[in-house]
């Protein structure tokens, strides 16, 4: 398992690949607990971190997993979690406390059918929407999906450096099918691609405010044992990162969080167009479903159907404004999920008038692009 040279061709799995991923962005700590089918991401970082220099933690439960994340990246240490649906209930908690104190983590969840231990070993999309809103209060989240092997090495390095830059948790969000597909990848030089880091206090200890806005609306961030006086609370906050009552400084910290997320939406939400320019009927999908939609437009060509691809990397922040020129271009848009249409409604929401159809199993079995390509002919 693993491919530890750049540039070497390797046969992994998904669940590889985003270690692999994990590794190249400067992941050096994880922690979690084992759990279908995200098993093969800590039994390789068990594995993969000791030789570089990192550490790898099996804690007593999902819980402590994400909480052990938070506390050795607010150390100053890039960390990653993996877990499915069960275990990633079970986080919701530390997730918010990660959210209100803008620590930097990546939190894989491997969906599965469910609800409870519901299907261990089969593909689902279920998860969504407890990705955006699973943890309360008013909070931005970043959620990103992967529908392929080099997608789980590449949307992997990109999760960490959105999470490093905007000081934000970042749920990626792969599936059964996805993690335990094997292709052949080439791993890239490090100098083909970015890798960023959190930007550390400038200025003497003593000026140092860890929650003081700026033009970005991302404070610096010291770690753990830098010298620099930094109070942690799930409380909100003032610019000091102490507790307040006050509404002027309630309501300025809220909106920061908000802001700092709009500010970044042109490199924080990815999709993927395939044969769009002249298509009247399109397809919206993510995850191992792409795939089959990939293939699906393609059978429709054949046929003389005019069908495109919109493949969706970010699902939240939702990408609207990308998605709204498809709806009005399009005669009609098929939405082919494994749930029961969570992502086809915030399609809907972007413009009520369209056609929006939806394509759905909960069966755990894959939707296969004959399906998706029988539903575009009744369009």
């Excluded at 220099?53 to 909480?67: K, N, V």
């Excluded at 930007?199 to 860890?210: A, D, K, L, Q, S």
């Excluded at 393609?298 to 493949?311: F, S, T, V, Y």
């Excluded at 990397?313 to 609207?320: A, H, M």
Aim: net charge negative.
């Amino acid at each position: 398992m693993g491919c530890e040279q750049s540039g070497k061709t390797c046969l992994l799995q998904g669940n590889e690949a985003i270690v692999e991923g994990a590794l190249a962005a400067g992941c050096r700590f994880f922690a979690g607990y084992p759990i279908t089918p995200a098993s093969e991401i800590a039994e390789l970082m068990s594995m993969r971190l000791p030789e570089v220099g990192g550490a790898f933690i099996q804690m007593e439960d999902e819980i402590a997993g994400i909480g052990a994340v938070i506390g050795a990246s607010l150390a100053g240490v890039k960390s990653l979690t993996a877990t499915s649906g069960p275990g990633f209930s079970l986080m919701q908690e530390n997730l918010g406390f990660a959210c209100i104190t803008e620590t930097p983590c990546v939190i894989v969840n491997v969906m599965r059918g469910g609800p409870s231990t519901g299907l261990p070993t089969s593909p689902a999309q279920g998860d969504v929407m407890q990705a955006r809103w699973g943890t309360h209060g008013t909070h931005p989240i970043i959620v990103l999906s992967v529908s392929s092997v080099i997608d789980s090495f590449e949307v992997t390095i990109h999760a960490f450096n959105i999470s490093e830059k905007y000081r934000i948790p970042v749920i990626l969000l792969s599936d059964e099918v996805v993690a335990h597909t094997r292709e052949s990848i080439t791993i890239p030089d490090k100098s083909e691609f970015e890798v960023v880091n959190r930007i550390r206090p400038g200025v003497p200890p003593e000026w140092f405010h860890p929650y003081e806005d700026n033009s970005r609306g991302v404070p610096p961030m010291a770690a753990f044992g830098d010298g620099y006086r930094h109070h942690i609370t799930g409380l909100v906050h003032d610019v000091h990162g102490y507790p307040t009552q006050r509404p002027d400084e309630i309501d300025a910290f809220q909106r920061r969080q908000f802001r700092k997320i709009t500010n970044g939406f042109s490199e924080i939400q990815m999709t993927r167009s395939v044969m769009l320019d002249d298509a009247d009927i399109a397809v919206i999908a993510y995850g191992s479903v792409s795939r089959s939609a990939l293939r699906a437009i393609k059978m429709a060509r054949e046929r003389g159907i005019k069908a495109g691809l919109l493949h969706l990397t970010t699902l939240f922040p939702f990408p609207r404004r990308i998605v709204d020129p498809v709806l009005r271009k399009c005669r009609a848009v098929l939405v082919p999920e494994m749930n029961l249409g969570q992502i086809s409604r915030e399609v809907k929401r972007v413009n009520l008038s369209a056609k929006v159809e939806k394509l759905n199993r909960l069966d755990g079995q894959l939707i296969t692009p004959e399906e998706i390509f029988e539903k575009l002919l009744t369009l």
